[in-house]
C-alpha cells in the first residue's frame, strides 16, 4: 500500500470567497450549474471573470446612442451632416 502526498503548485493555488447569496440567486446559480453540468463554483467563477473583463459591446446600445445624437439635429441635412462627421463607426462593419 502506497500513500501518495501531493504539494499544491502555488501557481495554481485558488483562495476562497464567501458570499452570501438570496434564495432566489442560489436557485439560479444552481439552476445553471445543472444546466451546464458545471459546479456552481465554475459558474459563478464563470460570471465574475465576465464581469471583471468589462462591459461586452452591445451593438443595439451604441445604434441606439447615435440614433439619439442623430435625431437630437434639427433638420435632414444637419441630420446627415451630422451622422457622417460626427458618428461612432468603431466596430462597425
Known amino acids: 500500500m502506497y500513500t501518495v502526498y501531493t504539494m499544491p503548485d502555488p501557481a495554481n493555488v485558488s483562495a476562497i470567497l464567501t458570499v452570501r447569496l438570496t434564495p432566489e440567486v442560489e436557485r439560479r446559480l444552481a ?14 467563477r464563470a460570471i465574475l471573470e465576465a464581469h471583471l473583463a468589462g462591459p461586452a459591446a452591445d451593438p443595439n446600445a451604441e445604434a441606439r446612442r447615435q440614433s439619439l445624437l442623430a435625431s437630437a439635429q434639427d433638420a435632414d441635412r444637419e441630420t446627415l451632416d451630422f451622422i457622417e462627421h460626427a458618428g461612432d463607426p468603431r466596430g462597425w462593419k
Open 31 to 44: 439552476r445553471e450549474a445543472r444546466r451546464s453540468r458545471r459546479s456552481r463554483s465554475e459558474v459563478a
